[in-house]
């Protein structure tokens, strides 16, 4: 069964703080690896993509790591904006377009 | 801007009817989903289409058929509404692994 692990949270951070959220798969044939956004009663959105070497978006930096099948999001400087619940994403099988997603981690950061 | 849209944003059913939930994507991706999404359990895969009829069934299709008669078109089908389908449908499309996400239907089923 390709699951996809992530701790639930909450994840109450005051605002300012860093916060590092971490993401188990158990396919190791996935190449295709993502960090998805979902506001409160909203659709899931893109985050970032997650490549091996590392990759950054401004306060938001992915980092893979294949052979222990080990994902991680780091935001810095946490905005009331960023509360949201974010979701772990990796492709089922190489090249199969479909997507397995992890329950998410629901992110609140307080004034 | 590339759009996913899903026909209804809440919809009330009678246990036992059919449901029709319609979505449409102008992004000519070859690749259309359905989830739906439940506290504690996250997206669950109900159907995928890789072509204009075309389908294939995900993780969870009991009780659910799909059509796509049109590239732009994936419909989801309740051939016959049960409360346990009251969930949050949730439509994508994509022309690889980026997922794009219609806004989602809230389905109560009474």
């Known amino acids: 069964r390709k699951e996809v692990e992530q701790d639930p949270g909450p994840f109450n951070v005051p605002e300012g703080a860093t916060v590092a959220f971490n993401c188990t798969y158990s396919n190791s044939a996935s190449q295709s690896f993502f960090w998805y956004r979902q506001d409160c009663r909203k659709e899931p959105k893109l985050l970032m993509s997650v490549y091996s070497s590392g990759n950054e978006d401004g306060r938001f930096t992915a980092q893979l790591n294949r052979a222990s099948q080990y994902i991680s999001l780091l935001i810095r400087d946490s905005k009331l904006s960023d509360s949201a619940t974010y979701l772990c994403?990796?492709?089922?099988?190489?090249?199969?377009?479909?997507?397995?997603f992890g329950k998410g981690t629901k992110l609140s950061v307080i004034p | 801007d590339v759009k996913v849209t899903q026909s209804s944003r809440y919809l009330v059913k009678r246990t036992g009817e059919k449901v029709f939930l319609e979505c449409v994507q102008d992004?000519?991706?070859?690749?259309m989903f359905w989830y739906r999404q439940d506290p504690g359990l996250g997206l669950r895969l109900i159907y995928f289409s890789y072509d204009v009829k075309m389908k294939e069934k995900g993780d969870i299709p009991e009780g659910y058929s799909v059509s796509r008669e049109k590239k732009e078109r994936f419909s989801l089908i309740l051939e016959s509404a049960s409360t346990n389908q009251t969930s949050m449908y949730l439509c994508a499309s994509s022309g690889g692994t980026v997922y794009t996400f219609g806004s989602g239907t809230r389905l109560t089923v009474v």
């Open positions: 994403v990796v492709e089922s099988g190489a090249g199969s377009y479909q997507l397995t």
């Open positions: 992004m000519d991706h070859e690749n």
